[in-house]
């Protein structure tokens, strides 16, 4: 895993960590705000734990020039560490940083623990709120709604990545608008996949393989993996076995180059060109960029099918073992800010969770030579402001990998998918 990647598909914090985490959620600990103060000019150091490259070290040296008495180090840890770290920190009251990166996949297991962090309305930032997405700024708030437990960096609205050249050798569309009307279905996806397959490109498949287009599918839905009484509905979900159905069913076509998310062949195949699609959220091209520095102009983005969609994102939350709460929360809201977010988004492709800047100029006309001048800015704008907020439970990661675990069971020739599923409902029942 490159220190660039922020947005796991399918992340693996451990159930006993969970466990330990809600166990703890109501205690407080760590110093308070009104000891915290820092006396005027005082030199102060701030951690920020982050799980890859927001793209945040231009900003920081930006903050320093009006703030030269604040000290930033930046601490990275691979994603699944990080959170895994950061749920152990909060039960034992030590380490943590002054700022947290907090996956949306795990928000909702943080923000149940209001006692452990800052609520950052008494440093201002609540009227922050007219700023965002509503269902953003939701997702930072702590289950009653009294606390502003963080504030979103990203979105990450779908659209979907494919490779030019490849597609010409399949004898496929190539311009953007003719390769977005190949798949308005998931179904038509599949069927665009078996076209490509006949045609036996060399050492490429349709894609990279199905737990990212599983994460994908469920999001567009109206209820994902829990209802909004945080009670899992894997097994009664309709939208979640239809997923799961076609998930498989690009695997059992064999349209899947079998490359799990992430993971170094994974990373190895964009170099190669395994693979002719994959779901793209806004973050996901500067990866590529990075991985497939040869690949300029090869690469472009078409619509999702389905539409529309999100997969990832972060808010940045102030732990309360923080010694310097009020500095933290400043520099949260430099980070955050309007006029960041945008820069952020032109330099790593994060798109902002700030719904003013969809309609911004030098958002809408942002395009990549990488991806052949895609309209990068208005293809995530119209991604974003089509999205519908799904309720995420609180053990939603755990809930995620159980089902991505299937998946791979059912790719590498382990199980049948109905035995699959049949483990994954089991397996889904013994996370509490």
Same mark, same amino acid.
């Given at each position: 895993?490159?220190?660039?990647?922020?947005?796991?598909?399918?992340?693996?914090?451990?159930?006993?960590?969970?466990?330990?985490?809600?166990?703890?959620?109501?205690?407080?600990?760590?110093?308070?705000?009104?000891?915290?103060?820092?006396?005027?000019?005082?030199?102060?150091?701030?951690?920020?734990?982050?799980?890859?490259?927001?793209?945040?070290?231009?900003?920081?040296?930006?903050?320093?020039?009006?703030?030269?008495?604040?000290?930033?180090?930046?601490?990275?840890?691979?994603?699944?560490?990080?959170?895994?770290?950061?749920?152990?920190?909060?039960?034992?009251?030590?380490?943590?940083?002054?700022?947290?990166?907090?996956?949306?996949?795990?928000?909702?297991?943080?923000?149940?623990?209001?006692?452990?962090?800052?609520?950052?309305?008494?440093?201002?930032?609540? @009227?922050?709120?007219?700023?965002?997405?509503?269902?953003? &700024?939701?997702?930072?708030?702590?289950?009653?709604?009294?606390?502003?437990?963080?504030?979103?960096?990203? *979105?990450?609205?779908?659209?979907?990545?494919?490779?030019?050249?490849?597609?010409?050798?399949?004898?496929?569309?190539?311009?953007?608008?003719?390769?977005?009307?190949?798949?308005?279905? &998931?179904?038509?996806?599949?069927?665009?996949?078996?076209?490509?397959?006949?045609?036996?490109?060399?050492?490429?498949?349709?894609?990279?393989?199905?737990? $990212?287009?599983?994460?994908?599918?469920?999001?567009?839905?109206?209820?994902?993996?829990?209802?909004?009484?945080?009670?899992?509905? *894997?097994?009664?979900?309709?939208?979640?076995?239809?997923?799961?159905?076609?998930?498989?069913?690009?695997?059992?076509?064999?349209?899947?180059?079998?490359?799990?998310?992430?993971?170094?062949?994974?990373?190895?195949?964009?170099?190669?060109?395994?693979?002719?699609?994959?779901?793209?959220?806004? &973050?996901?091209?500067?990866?590529? @960029?990075?991985?497939?520095?040869?690949?300029?102009?090869? &690469?472009?983005?078409?619509? *999702?099918?389905?539409?529309?969609?999100?997969?990832?994102?972060?808010?940045?939350?102030?732990?309360?073992?923080?010694?310097?709460?009020?500095?933290?929360? $400043?520099?949260?809201?430099?980070?955050?800010?309007?006029?960041?977010?945008?820069? *952020?988004?032109?330099?790593?492709?994060?798109?902002?969770?700030?719904?003013?800047?969809? $309609?911004?100029?030098?958002?809408?006309?942002?395009?990549?030579?990488?991806?052949?001048?895609?309209?990068?800015?208005?293809?995530?704008?119209?991604?974003?402001?089509?999205?519908?907020?799904?309720?995420?439970?609180?053990?939603?990661?755990?809930?995620?990998?159980?089902?991505?675990?299937?998946?791979?069971?059912?790719?590498?020739?382990?199980?049948?998918?109905?035995?699959?599923?049949?483990?994954?409902?089991?397996?889904?029942?013994?996370?509490?």
């Amino acid at each position: 895993m490159t220190p660039r990647i922020r947005r796991l598909g399918l992340p693996l914090l451990t159930a006993s960590l969970l466990a330990l985490a809600t166990a703890c959620g109501g205690g407080g600990g760590g110093e308070t705000a009104a000891q915290s103060s820092a006396k005027p000019g005082e030199k102060i150091k701030l951690t920020i734990g982050l799980f890859g490259d927001f793209g945040f070290k231009p900003l920081y040296e930006e903050y320093k020039k009006t703030h030269p008495n604040i000290e930033i180090v930046e601490n990275v840890t691979q994603f699944n560490d990080h959170h895994s770290n950061l749920v152990k920190r909060l039960a034992t009251n030590a380490g943590a940083g002054d700022i947290e990166a907090v996956e949306v996949g795990y928000i909702s297991t943080f923000t149940a623990q209001p006692g452990r962090f800052t609520d950052l309305k008494q440093f201002g930032l609540d @009227q922050r709120q007219a700023d965002y997405l509503d269902w953003k &700024w939701q997702q930072g708030m702590s289950k009653d709604g009294s606390q502003v437990l963080g504030l979103g960096t990203d *979105v990450g609205g779908l659209a979907m990545c494919y490779r030019k050249d490849l597609f010409k050798k399949a004898g496929l569309p190539e311009k953007r608008d003719e390769v977005s009307a190949l798949w308005p279905t &998931w179904e038509d996806y599949i069927a665009t996949g078996k076209k490509f397959a006949g045609a036996d490109v060399d050492g490429a498949k349709f894609t990279d393989s199905p737990g $990212e287009l599983f994460r994908a599918m469920v999001n567009q839905a109206a209820t994902g993996l829990y209802d909004t009484q945080d009670n899992i509905i *894997v097994e009664s979900n309709p939208e979640v076995k239809k997923a799961w159905d076609l998930s498989n069913q690009l695997t059992q076509e064999g349209l899947t180059a079998k490359l799990a998310a992430f993971s170094p062949p994974w990373n190895t195949g964009f170099a190669k060109g395994s693979f002719a699609t994959i779901i793209c959220p806004a &973050w996901m091209t500067g990866f590529i @960029q990075e991985q497939a520095k040869d690949a300029s102009g090869k &690469w472009d983005i078409a619509t *999702v099918p389905g539409g529309s969609g999100n997969s990832g994102g972060s808010h940045l939350m102030v732990p309360k073992q923080s010694k310097h709460p009020k500095e933290a929360a $400043e520099l949260i809201n430099f980070l955050t800010s309007k006029e960041n977010q945008a820069k *952020v988004f032109k330099e790593e492709g994060t798109f902002p969770s700030i719904p003013a800047l969809y $309609e911004d100029p030098s958002i809408q006309n942002f395009t990549k030579p990488f991806f052949g001048d895609a309209p990068i800015g208005k293809i995530y704008s119209d991604a974003a402001k089509s999205l519908k907020p799904q309720h995420l439970g609180p053990k939603e990661g755990d809930v995620r990998v159980a089902i991505g675990n299937g998946l791979g069971r059912v790719e590498q020739g382990k199980q049948t998918p109905d035995e699959a599923w049949a483990q994954v409902l089991e397996d889904v029942k013994k996370i509490k």
